[in-house]
T-cell receptor, first 113, second 114 residues
């Protein structure tokens, strides 16, 4: 059974640019959640996707957007990057939207200069 | 609204000593509670979870936690620390309805001294 995978591992961008992060959910899981973990902080919920629809959103501006594809993989897009967007971005998948257990990927480390 | 407070951003214990990491939660509904561990440059690994069954929950690597509703606590313990336990530990709460988003604490970095 393949776990949650994320790409790329590391990414460096400059302020104002756009970035796309990718996540492949664990086999059989149809729900993906994205979290932002700033240095020294706990992860913060960005949004969740269930069967290609957004299923809840945290306190993040609209320049954070996402997609989920028919194979349940997902993308996180961030426009107009700001310095404070530098963080570890974690993707987590769960068996279904009502499942309380989420399985996390290794994360993508984004640095904005 | 739900929230989690982890007391002590850094905890040091000697190898073989008791590990106690504190977590208090706030929730207007009966919560689900989780402990995750994060090793450097890695994602989060689930240690254990409480989902309204037994209040004493046993997890992986010898860790356990007890849900105490009267104290709104879910402290993580391990009888004997091992060097490999050195990591960052996160307590999280979610609610058993709606979007199963996790609310995480700020984490506790555990250092194990030889």
């Amino acid at each position: 059974e393949t776990g949650v995978t994320q790409s790329p591992t590391h990414l460096i961008k400059t302020r104002g640019q756009q970035v796309t992060l990718r996540c492949s959910s664990q086999s059989g899981h149809n729900t993906v959640s994205w979290y932002q973990q700033a240095l020294g902080q706990g992860p913060q919920f960005i949004f969740q996707y269930y069967r290609e629809e957004e299923n809840g959103r945290g306190n993040f501006p609209p320049r954070f957007s996402g997609l989920q594809f028919p194979n349940y993989s997902s993308e996180l897009n961030v426009n107009a990057l700001e310095l404070d967007d530098s963080a570890l971005y974690l993707c987590a998948s769960s068996l279904y939207a009502g499942d309380n257990e989420q399985f996390f990927g290794p994360g993508t480390r984004l640095t904005v200069l | 609204a739900q929230s989690v407070t982890q007391l002590g951003s850094h905890v040091s214990v000697s190898e073989g000593a008791l590990v106690l990491l504190r977590c208090n939660y706030s929730s207007s509904v009966p919560p689900y509670l989780f402990w995750y561990v994060q090793y450097p440059n890695q994602g989060l690994q689930l240690l254990l979870k409480y989902t309204s069954a037994a209040t004493l929950v046993k997890g992986i690597n010898g860790f356990e936690a007890e849900f105490k509703k009267s104290e709104t606590s879910f402290h993580l313990t391990k009888p004997s620390a091992h060097m490999s336990d050195a990591a960052e530990y996160f307590c999280a709460v979610s609610r058993p309805s709606g979007t199963y988003k996790y609310i995480f604490g700020t984490g506790t970095r555990l250092k194990v001294l030889a």
